[in-house]
């Protein structure tokens, strides 16, 4: 099993562009998440599916949008891309509660 | 929200001896707190967790302590070793999946 993975690794975006993460999971799990981890800051929450067709708001959800049209993989947007948002994005999934099994995360910079 | 609070944010210790590291949490409801491990460009991952039925899990070196009462926990290291470098990560969740993680604390374990 590939566990979680996330597409693509690198990223550079220029001021208001727009692009697309995919965090896809093998394990049949119900939760799959978003997280931004900003030195200093942790891990916080963007936004999570607690199953196929559902979206949440997490700690910090403004400026993106997601998507889970199919249990396996959770989609994040950024529809206008700011410098605020260049950071490390790490997607996870868990089988309901309890442990969360993270990709290999997405290194982000918006210029 | 939840807030979880985690000190120290460095920490150095001589391989052999004990590392502790704390958390505070905000929301006495909080009933899950699990403990996640980075290494350097890795993703995180679960090391130990504990509900709030217990006061004290222990897995070979690693144990967590938790004080409802105070709303703490801690994470201790018995007897380090230089793979236990790293950044390490506390939580606290309200219903077992949505997490509120602290800053983090960077663990150098010297030989």
């Known amino acids: 099993n590939a566990g979680v993975t996330q597409t693509p690794k690198f990223r550079v975006l220029k001021t208001g562009q727009s692009m697309t993460l995919l965090c896809a999971q093998d394990m049949n799990h119900e939760y799959m998440y978003w997280y931004r981890q900003d030195p200093g800051m942790g891990l916080r929450l963007i936004h999570y599916?607690?199953?196929?067709?559902?979206?949440a708001k997490g700690e910090v959800p403004d400026g993106y949008n997601v998507s889970r049209l199919k249990k396996q993989n959770f989609l994040l947007g950024l529809e206008s891309a700011a410098p605020s948002q260049t950071s490390v994005y790490f997607c996870?999934?868990?089988?309901?509660?309890?442990?969360?099994?993270f990709g290999p995360g997405t290194r982000l910079t918006v210029t | 929200g939840e807030n979880v609070e985690q000190h120290p944010s460095t920490l150095s210790v001589q391989e052999g001896d004990s590392a502790v590291i704390k958390c505070t949490y905000s929301?006495?409801?909080?009933?899950?707190f699990p403990w996640y491990k980075q290494e350097l460009g890795k993703r995180p991952q679960l090391i130990i967790d504990?509900?709030?039925?217990?006061g004290e899990k222990k897995d070979q070196r690693i144990a967590v302590t938790l004080n409802k009462t105070a709303k703490h926990f801690s994470l201790h290291i018995t007897e380090t070793q230089p793979e236990d470098s790293a950044v390490y990560f506390c939580a606290a969740s309200l219903n077992d999946y949505k997490l509120s993680f602290g800053a983090g604390t960077t663990v150098t374990v010297r030989a």
């Open positions: 504990i509900r709030s039925n217990v």
């Open positions: 996870a999934s868990s089988l309901w509660s309890g442990e969360q099994y």
């Open positions: 929301d006495s409801a909080s009933n899950y």
């Open positions: 599916s607690v199953g196929e067709g559902t979206t």
